[in-house]
């Protein structure tokens, strides 16, 4: 069974949790977890400016996904920034270039799961996370969020992203926090839980 993690990180906000959400994937017995990046689309001059080059180099080492590996996994989990409330323009692109699959009906019946992360602790993950699942209901993926027998998503003691729709960190406003321990785990659990549904699909 092969999952697939595709996202697209800026400052490594959500390669953290991409790693994350593959370590969980990894617990299922037979899963064959591959990262992915979508491919950038903004300037090195655009990226020098915004401070991002260095955070860009350390992700060099994942290879850049290519549209026809979509169809080749069992379960997809697309990682985004939230950009306004909505996916980030580098995925919408990626995504858009996805007509061929839909013509084909080749991504029917996948499972696919969303996660995030934002600025703020109420800047658009949820509407982020939704949104996504429209292209992948689009696409006849089997969606899956994040249970709440993820227990952590009840916390109140500490600011947390995670929500029924998705792991999500917030990055603060300056991409000065990291993710936490608590949004790690959600995302190690909800990797573990998509991989485990596609494991029963593929059976």
């Keep these: 069974m092969k999952v697939l993690v595709v996202y697209y990180s800026l400052y490594g906000h959500v390669h953290q949790m991409a790693e994350a959400i593959a370590e969980g994937a990894q617990k299922i017995e037979g899963a064959q977890v591959e990262m992915r990046r979508v491919p950038e ?9 915004m401070g991002a ?20 996994a069992d379960a997809i989990l697309f990682g985004t920034p939230t950009r306004f409330g909505n996916m980030c323009g580098q995925m919408r692109q990626f995504l858009d270039a996805t007509g061929q699959l839909w013509a084909k009906g ?29 292209t992948l209901l689009h696409h006849g993926f089997v969606v899956v969020g994040l249970p709440y027998t993820f227990q952590g998503q009840m916390r109140i003691d500490e600011m ?23 949004e790690l785990a959600a995302a190690r659990f909800q990797g573990e839980h998509v991989a485990a549904i596609a494991s029963k699909l593929v059976r």
């Design 106 to 134: 080749a991504l029917v019946g996948k499972t696919g799961s969303v996660f995030t992360s934002s600025a703020t602790q109420h800047g658009g993950q949820e509407s982020t996370i939704l949104s996504f699942h429209i």
């Design 53 to 72: 080059v260095d955070a860009q180099k350390a992700l060099a080492h994942i290879p850049v996904c290519q549209v026809d590996e979509l169809a080749e």
């Design 41 to 49: 689309t903004l300037s090195h001059e655009v990226l020098e400016k």
């Design 160 to 182: 947390s992203g995670g929500s029924p729709y998705g792991a999500s960190t917030i990055a603060g406003g300056k991409g000065e926090r990291m993710p936490s321990e608590n």
